[in-house]
Antibody
Framework: QVQLVQSGAEVKKPGSSVKVSCKAS????????ISWVRQAPGQGLEWMGRIIPILGIANYAQKFQGRVTITADKSTSTAYMELSSLRSEDTAVYYC??????????????WGQGTLVTVSS | DIVMTQTPLSLSVTPGQPASISCKSSQSLLHSDGKTYLYWYLQKPGQSPQLLIY???SRFSGVPDRFSGSGSGTDFTLKISRVEAEDVGVYYC?????????FGQGTKVEIK
């Protein structure tokens, strides 16, 4: 059974970058994709992008194009999400989630435990 | 992007009573393969979202049968036949047919 464990909470200054990790255990890392979804305080869920490790291909939501980079290290079964030029509106819990590869549709299970990123001067 | 609209945004339910949440999409979620890619998630307080229902009406592994999903095209419903205390949280519908996947605003369910 796949489990996703994320790195710990971060506090960042506006204009800086943050890199969050998501380590997978169980299952075969290359047989699925990892998406990143964020949730601002008291708000809903917003998809940011995904990586397909076996192909090394990443897709990004238009809103985050140019500011987000999602990568994966197959040797350690770890995915990373780096968000740059941080602003206060980026304060949120960032989740990684597994999605099937080769499926017609996108869906997520399981999810990581979430990483709180706080952007504050 | 496909817009997902949920109603109501909050619901207060007496234990043992039913509950129903509506979700409407701005475009049809019916794929040419005949399946409809609408999902329901529950985010319990302080937890990550968990998958409840996939492809409109199929319960995910371990999901109690008091949860049911229905609908087609652009109109969908999640029903809880008899709400229990453990069902509190925020319910989200999500479309997975087009990138980017998009979620409804969420419906907060609480117990009276």
């Amino acid at each position: 059974q796949v489990q996703l464990v994320q790195s710990g909470a971060e506090v960042k200054k506006p204009g800086s970058s943050v890199k969050v990790s998501c380590k997978a255990s169980g299952g075969t890392f290359s047989s699925y994709a990892i998406s990143w979804v964020r949730q601002a305080p008291g708000q809903g869920l917003e998809w940011m992008g995904r990586i397909i490790p076996i192909l090394g291909i990443a897709n990004y939501a238009q809103k985050f194009q140019g500011r987000v980079t999602i990568t994966a290290d197959k040797s350690t079964s770890t995915a990373y999400m780096e968000l740059s030029s941080l602003r206060s509106e980026d304060t949120a819990v960032y989740y990684c989630a597994r999605e099937p590869v080769g499926a017609v549709a996108v869906w997520f299970d399981p999810w990581g435990q979430g990483t709180l990123v706080t952007v504050s001067s | 992007d496909i817009v997902m609209t949920q109603t109501p945004l909050s619901l207060s339910v007496t234990p043992g009573q039913p509950a129903s949440i509506s979700c409407k999409s701005s475009q049809s979620l019916l794929h040419s393969d005949g399946k409809t890619y609408l999902y329901w998630y529950l985010q319990k307080p302080g937890q990550s979202p968990q998958l409840l229902i996939y492809e409109v009406s199929s319960r995910f592994s371990g999901v109690p049968d008091r949860f049911s999903g229905s609908g087609s095209g652009t109109d969908f419903t999640l029903k809880i036949s008899r709400v229990e205390a453990e069902d509190v949280g925020v319910y989200y519908c999500m479309q997975g047919i087009h990138l980017p996947p998009t979620f409804g605003q969420g419906t907060k369910v609480e117990i009276k």
